[in-house]
Nanobody
Framework: QVQLVESGGGLVQAGGSLRLSCAFS????????TGWFRQAPGKEREFVAD????????HYADSVKGRFTVSRDNAKNTMYLQMNSLKPEDTAVYYC????????????WGQGTQVTVSS
């Protein structure tokens, strides 16, 4: 079992920045990768970024490339999402998630944190 808790959401003006954090606990060494998804009102949850727990290999959705940066601090069991040049279309609930070894989909999710970008 893995538990995840997000923090750092809030209200920001377009062009501003926010940093989200996701703290992990439980079976940390069973985690292969961690990621961020988001869900805007009336839309399906979509992938934002992910990063391998051991290597620095990261992937990003095209919509956030060059603006968002995912990172992790294994000593603190924490993942971050630095979001710069925010746009109103980035408004959503952001969820962190964990992919375990030998699994093919993300199974563990945090409760989500709201990010609102005003124009």
């Amino acid at each position: 079992q893995v538990q995840l808790v997000e923090s750092g959401g809030g209200l920001v003006q377009a062009g501003g920045s926010l940093r989200l954090s996701c703290a992990f606990s439980g079976s940390i060494f069973s985690i292969n990768a961690t990621g961020w998804f988001r869900q805007a009102p009336g839309k399906e949850r979509e992938f934002v970024a992910d990063i391998r727990r051991i290597s620095d290999l990261a992937h990003y959705a095209d919509s956030v490339k060059g603006r968002f940066t995912v990172s992790r601090d294994n000593a603190k069991n924490t993942m971050y999402l630095q979001m710069n040049s925010l746009k109103p279309e980035d408004t959503a609930v952001y969820y962190c998630t964990a992919l375990l070894y030998h699994r093919d989909r993300y199974e563990y999710w945090g409760q989500g944190t709201q990010v609102t970008v005003s124009s």
